[in-house]
């Protein structure tokens, strides 16, 4: 993954969703060749000349100070995620080692004791290890109940991004499929800026470039986003709709795997459902 690129396409793409006006910048009005602000005046708001700000988005500037960069992520009115993705591919750490460092580990990664013990304690609430790329390490027995049981794929399939894309079944369950995928694609782009070397990473996007014209078009918007918490609608095929929160709980030391939990607000007809879900999934076959 060449992060020169990714730095060009970042900047064309957040320079594209903003206008004159947008900015306090006025709009002398005549046609404009591409949409959104112009080189020129990105240059102006961050306060460089329009030749150090090309050979910047054309990747020809090496090692840019933290000011131009900040300055450029005012002027393009960036989140703090944005902003941190920002500064990774124009300050790009150097590659490792081939061979050395967790990106190029190619075996599974090992969960966290303290994670397994956690979802060994959750029984009533769907939870699950994401690791790098978005990897599926370890799940809780409501997370198969409400997902579909992660130990029928090989470890290479287990893969939130990859189940997102390339599984039918995932576009019924989520009543909103297109904002989860969505999602899913912004994460994506967050881990490929923290991890431009890792082989397994770039595999993995580019499986989901080749076989889903959703994930293409929109990789190539460029969009950017953490993992942190939210909401998502489901519509299992047991239970019905469902509406839950989820957290995002990383360990301050090791922020390569996060436990992923799923809980409905007390009382509302999706905790009778999640719980109805649970009871079934712990009945005995017989």
């Not at 002027?75 to 995620?81: A, C, E, I, V």
């Not at 893969?159 to 912004?186: G, H, K, M, Q």
């Not at 942190?228 to 019905?240: A, D, I």
Request: charged fraction near 30%; include cysteine.
């Amino acid at each position: 993954m060449n992060t020169t690129i990714s730095l060009s396409e970042f900047l064309r793409t957040r320079r594209a969703r903003l206008r004159p006006e947008d900015v306090d910048l006025p709009d002398f009005g005549g046609r404009r060749r591409v949409a959104g602000l112009r080189r020129e005046e990105l240059a102006q708001l961050a306060g460089v000349s329009v030749d150090y700000y090309t050979r910047l988005e054309q990747g020809r500037v090496g090692n840019p100070s933290e000011a131009v960069l900040d300055a450029l992520a005012r002027g393009l009115r960036l989140d703090p995620d944005e902003v941190r993705h920002l500064h990774r591919l124009a300050r790009p750490r150097p590659a490792r080692r081939a061979g050395r460092g967790p990106s190029a580990q190619r075996g599974p990664q090992p969960v966290r004791p303290m994670l397994t013990r956690l979802l060994e304690q959750l029984t009533d609430a769907p939870a699950m290890v994401m690791g790098r790329r978005m990897d599926v390490l370890a799940w809780n027995r409501a997370a198969a109940a409400l997902f579909g049981d992660f130990e029928r794929l090989v470890p290479a399939e287990r893969n939130i991004a990859r189940i997102t894309f390339l599984d039918p079944a995932s576009r019924e369950l989520y009543v909103d499929w297109s904002s989860c995928a969505r999602e899913n694609v912004a994460f994506l782009h967050l881990e490929a800026g923290r991890r431009p070397d890792d082989p397994r990473l770039a595999e993995l996007i580019g499986e989901l470039s080749m076989r889903s014209e959703e994930f293409r078009r929109w990789w190539a918007e460029h969009p950017v986003q953490d993992k942190t918490s939210g909401r998502k609608r489901f519509c299992h095929p047991l239970v019905g709709g469902l509406d839950l929160a989820y957290d995002t709980l990383r360990p301050a030391d090791d922020p390569d795997q996060a436990l992923i939990t799923y809980a409905a607000d007390p009382g509302t007809p999706s905790d009778d459902a999640l719980r109805m879900l649970l009871s079934w999934s712990a009945a005995p076959v017989s």
